[in-house]
């Protein structure tokens, strides 16, 4: 099968998009979606993921890393990983749980606080990226159709 010189096509993924479209387009939009939010994110200092662990903290302040873990359905050493490079990044700080020495207990320091900021503008930039050619209606019907196939992949 011949590509045109600029084509980064390859056989196995005309062969995924016949015959797996749904989920080629999944993958497809995942790995641009996250190549962009690491574009974006790399110009506040953080690694894709990281803002997620940041804006539950934003929203609720010092939590164990087994509730991030169970809010933002991660398992827990992507959590521990991203926890440790915060905390290195200096945004957050563990310590132990006064009830239970074995919790860890995140929370944000005033850097943290301070990068709220940049990474609601970071989202913003990616939100209005991400549905530049979509209409209001389109974007309910994403979004519901995506809560949709995420409840499928729960079960």
């Known amino acids: 099968m011949k590509h045109s010189e600029n084509s980064e096509t390859t056989e196995e993924e005309i062969r995924a998009v016949t015959n797996f479209p749904v989920n080629f387009s999944i993958f497809s ?7 962009i939010a690491g574009q974006l994110l790399r110009e506040a200092g953080l690694y ?3 803002e997620l662990v940041l804006m539950q903290l934003w929203h609720r302040d010092s939590q ?14 992507t959590i521990a990983k991203s926890v440790r490079r915060l905390e290195a990044a200096g945004l957050v ?3 132990r749980s006064e ?3 074995r919790v860890t207990i ?6 943290g606080r301070d990068i709220e900021t940049r990474v609601d503008q970071a989202w913003r930039k990616l939100e209005e990226i991400t549905t530049e050619h979509l209409n209001d209606e ?7 159709l995506a809560k949709k196939i995420a409840a499928n992949l729960e079960k």
């Open 29 to 35: 939009l995942a790995r641009s979606h996250h190549r």
């Open 48 to 50: 894709p993921g990281q």
């Open 64 to 77: 164990s890393q087994n509730d991030l873990t169970k809010s933002l359905r991660l398992d827990h050493s």
């Open 93 to 95: 700080t563990c310590s």
């Open 99 to 101: 009830a239970d020495k």
């Open 106 to 111: 995140v929370s944000l320091t005033q850097e």
């Open 138 to 144: 389109e974007k309910v019907q994403f979004a519901a």
